[in-house]
């Protein structure tokens, strides 16, 4: 099969990436100039330069190929400029799945998240639940409008349409908002601990990479949507297993909760002024995010596609090795 990756220099792309070069699959990854292809190079991965907010490149790369795997997004809490949002994860997908379309792929696996669902009324909430009335974050928001774009198009355009929507990614060389979070106890950075009581839903980064392999090769499975993610844990728990592995120390100090969304909203503030992100990682999307939490069932994935979840203290422990090692 030939498969097509937008996204493969990211953190779940780079693990996809490599499960793929364990199999016969021809890839090719859409890289921008900038991208740093390093590990792409050393797996002997064919590259093509373009960007998924040309759609001139897109329609002259996916051309000849049997699936497309659209992992390409602006992933943070926090950009000087908010209009990237809008034009990676909501036109980019836009041109990626028209792209894909033209072409007569036989399989588009787009890669959302969790976060589109808001706060459901289910909890843990399912892939058929409801989503809920409110995105917490302009992130949660571009990707949710580029969703209803996607299924637009299954619906009304028959595009061979498959969902895959990660809950909050652990592992090594985390470059993203979780590994941040990971890497700044562990140099010391946290001056205090917040909103140790929320609950969220995680998973091993390499458990997203083995679910979107498995859907792009799952017969019949057009239209499916998919959660990756199962256990649930406190940011207290993360906090004490990240001290547990690592040797050190948590912030004394916690922060009340009532006093977290204040700060974060000031603390975001001064960063749209300087055009810096905001200090401590307190960005006020993020801090919405973690007050509100994620409580997920994915357990779709276990019973359709065989996955078994990797615990999450080994994720935890795999990231701050990878940090420390650094």
Not at 72 to 79: D, G, K, P, R
Not at 118 to 141: I, L, M, N
Request: charged fraction near 25%; aromatic fraction near 8%; glycine fraction near 8%.
């Amino acid at each position: 099969m030939k498969i097509f990756i937008t996204g493969g220099t990211g953190f779940i792309g780079n693990h996809l990436v490599r499960r793929l070069s364990e199999t016969d699959h021809q890839v090719t990854c859409l890289v921008r100039s900038s991208s740093n292809t390093t590990t792409l190079e050393r797996l002997k991965v064919a590259c093509v330069d373009g960007d998924v907010t040309d759609s001139g490149s897109l329609r002259a790369a996916i051309k000849g190929h049997d699936c497309v795997v659209n992992l390409a997004n602006v992933y943070s809490f926090w950009e000087p400029d908010p209009r990237v949002y809008q034009r990676v994860n909501v036109d980019g997908t836009r041109n990626v799945l028209e792209s894909a379309l033209e072409a007569g792929v036989s399989k588009v696996v787009h890669i959302s998240t969790g976060g589109i669902y808001g706060k459901p009324k289910d909890a843990p909430f399912t892939e058929e639940s409801e989503v809920g009335p409110v995105r917490f974050s302009e992130y949660f928001r571009s990707k949710y409008e580029g969703d209803q774009i996607a299924w637009e198009l299954h619906y009304n355009s028959r595009l061979p349409l498959v969902m895959v929507y990660p809950m909050g990614v652990l592992g090594p060389d985390d470059p993203k908002t979780t590994g941040q979070y990971i890497r700044r106890i562990l140099q010391r950075r946290l001056p205090a601990r917040v909103l140790e009581d929320s609950i969220f839903t995680f998973v091993h980064v390499k458990d997203v990479a083995e679910i979107i392999y498995r859907a792009v090769m799952k017969a019949d499975n057009i239209g499916r949507k998919y959660f990756a993610g199962k256990f649930q844990h406190t940011f207290g728990e993360i906090n004490r297993m990240v001290s547990e592995i690592s040797g050190v120390r948590l912030p004394l100090f916690r922060l009340p909760d009532f006093s977290v969304i204040p700060n974060a909203w000031l603390l975001t503030k001064v960063a749209d002024i300087i055009k810096r992100p905001p200090i401590w990682g307190m960005a006020i999307d993020q801090i919405r995010v973690m007050k509100e939490g994620v409580r997920a069932d994915g357990s779709k994935a276990e019973r359709e596609l065989a996955i078994e979840y990797t615990p999450i203290r080994d994720a935890v422990e795999e990231a701050v090795v990878s940090f420390q090692d650094h």
